[in-house]
């Protein structure tokens, strides 16, 4: 990480936290405990900054990092289970046995919410419509091809937490079951066939996804960034439907070309003229360049699976827990399970070679917010904890019962962090009890 870098998010974190402790929280630092939850691949230099920052500036008396998906796997009462975090940059799967991490077999993937806004962006610029500031109705007013300017990043952000949504695709089994029983080759051949249509091309792909799907098409208000006047996107009933299998297809997904585009600033400020011009001139090798050999997040999974002992597979599989702002996603964890019955079930003969010690595994599928959802008495109420709060509420719980990891006190401190990579404290940090 780059010194420059460094610094400047040592800066913002400073305001970030101020602002925190002494307008939203009104508490003194010094007389509060911190729990960090945090990933375990967060590199080591991130925490000795927040470690500084935390001691030195705020004064705070002991921290103590825990890994955000053991947090969020106690909001369940469990202790052992298999947390799948989707986030926005990457997914990491970690299987926990008895409360303790196993970090040596984590698998992760930067297919996460970030590529579900690069792919929405392809979409929209090339199937989506504005229909501009008008008196006449939506159906006789001019549609026109979406500006990339219009396409902000709130925007984004709000489209994908209210339009789109997962589905199993209308040619494949809704509702597979392991195993197969009524009808013995509805399993193998359904899946097969969307197999089939991961194989096609881009343009095959976009047709068979908009002759397939039965999502209506919604005309969706936004606000002009230039001149703040009101008009309407028309966004294809297809891409809401279809705009998230990009997580679920895997490497797959690369003919899906992605515009090359900057996602992240679309302000029209005047730092970005020293910025490269491929938000004006965009090209369609995005996703080619950094998704590519990317796994989805179902093959991610049984990556995991792979790697624990063969006795915790089954424990692990039958307590999945996803956690994460991308799993909220309407139809998520069902689109999941059915990519996972897919690959089991109907594998191609590389899945077949590498996944064969877990099929037997297919029938012990299920989510831990399922089950929840699965009981008589909580049929008409969803599940207790969203998947984006789980972490910070498995972290108050900690607080809150007195529990505790590896804690740094203040006195100790002398720049160096806990960390399962390096083991302990760092012996000339530490002092003996």
């Not at 020293?274 to 179902?298: H, L, R, S, V």
């Amino acid at each position: 990480m780059a010194k420059g870098n460094l610094k400047q998010m040592e800066d913002k974190l400073k305001n970030l936290l101020h602002d925190i402790y002494f307008r939203l929280l009104l508490t003194d630092p010094k007389s509060r405990k911190v729990i960090i939850c945090e990933s375990p691949l967060v590199p080591i230099v991130v925490k000795q900054t927040i470690a500084r920052i935390l001691f030195d500036y705020f004064q705070v008396p002991s921290l103590s990092f825990v890994p955000i998906h053991l947090m969020a796997l106690m909001t369940t009462g469990l202790t052992t289970g298999l947390v799948i975090d989707c986030g926005h940059l990457e997914t990491t799967t970690l299987p926990i046995y008895s409360a303790r991490p196993l970090i040596p077999y984590i698998t992760t993937t930067s297919l996460a919410g970030q590529a579900v806004t690069r792919r929405l962006v392809t979409l929209l610029l090339d199937h989506g419509r504005l229909i501009p500031p008008s008196n006449l109705h939506l159906s006789l007013a001019p549609h026109v091809p979406i500006p990339i300017s219009v396409l902000t990043p709130l925007l984004l952000e709000e489209i994908k937490t209210r339009v789109l949504f997962c589905s199993v695709s209308s040619g494949s089994n809704t509702n597979p079951s392991y195993p197969p029983q009524s009808q013995p080759t509805s399993i193998s051949s359904t899946p097969q066939q969307q197999r089939r249509h991961d194989a096609l091309n881009k343009d095959e792909r976009i047709e068979s996804d908009q002759t397939t799907s039965h999502a209506t098409d919604i005309h969706f208000p936004i606000q002009l960034p230039t001149t703040q006047e009101k008009a309407t996107l028309m966004i294809p009933g297809w891409i809401r439907e279809h705009a998230m299998d990009i997580l679920f297809e895997g490497n797959d997904e690369s003919d899906y070309a992605c515009k090359d585009i900057d996602i992240g600033d679309h302000d029209h400020s005047d730092d970005d003229t020293n910025k490269p011009t491929a938000t004006a001139a965009t090209t369609t090798t995005g996703i080619q360049q950094d998704y590519e050999f990317e796994t989805g997040i179902a093959h991610c999974i049984l990556n995991c699976l792979r790697k624990v002992p063969a006795d915790l597979r089954k424990p692990m599989i039958s307590s999945l827990l996803v956690v994460g702002g991308t799993a909220l996603v309407p139809g998520f964890q069902k689109k999941l399970k059915h990519t996972l019955l897919m690959i089991l079930h109907s594998p191609t003969p590389l899945e077949k070679a590498r996944y064969a010690s877990l099929a037997g595994l297919a029938p012990f599928i299920q989510f831990l917010d399922q089950q929840t959802l699965d009981d008589q008495h909580q049929q008409k109420s969803g599940p207790i904890f969203k998947s984006n709060v789980r972490g910070w509420i498995g972290g108050s719980l900690m607080g809150s019962l007195k529990l505790s990891g590896e804690e740094m006190v203040k006195e100790k401190f002398n720049g160096t962090v806990t960390d399962w990579s390096i083991g302990q404290l760092s012996s000339q940090g530490a002092e003996p009890e």
